[in-house]
Each structure stands twice: as C-alpha cells, then as structure tokens.
C-alpha cells in the first residue's frame, strides 16, 4: 500500500480508515487496510474494505478513486498474507 497522495487511486469510505487514500493493484475482493495509529504506544491493527465499482471524483484530478467500502464492523490484527 502506497501513502504517496500522487500514486493513490483508492479511498477509504467508512470505518477506522475513512477518508484514507491507498493504492491497490486488483479489481474485486477484500483488502485489509492498516488503521492509522494515534500514538507510538498503539497496538497495529487493520480493518477489512471490500474493493466496489463505485468511483469518487475529486476537482483537480484526472481520474477517479475506487472506493474501498468498510467490511468489517471492527478492526482486527494485521494480516500480511491478505495485503
């Protein structure tokens, strides 16, 4: 997952990540997103976003963002193996 805004195409809606622009290389399916943490002392956590055909246009840029739907009603460990 990128965090450059300029090689995003993805949006967050939802959940503990929304609002978060990512960057996916797949068309359908489940993603766990990490959850931003608030402190250093936090624990990493991640939360399930379901990839959607709906896009979010933004003035300015080009193309749209795919909008990640919040999949899960709370957030759970990390799991590498499904990023």
């Not at 997952?1 to 503990?16: R, V």
């Not at 709906?54 to 003035?59: K, N």
């Amino acid at each position: 997952m990128s965090t450059d805004p300029h090689e995003c195409n993805a949006i967050c809606l939802g959940g503990p990540c929304h609002g978060l622009l990512t960057h996916i290389d797949q068309d359908i399916g489940i993603l766990t997103i990490p959850v931003p943490c608030r402190s250093p002392s936090d624990a990493a956590a991640g939360a399930r976003y379901r990839i959607t055909r709906e896009r979010i246009r933004y003035h300015g840029r080009p193309a749209p963002y795919i909008a990640l739907r919040w999949a899960d009603p709370r957030p759970g460990p990390i799991c590498e193996d499904h990023q």
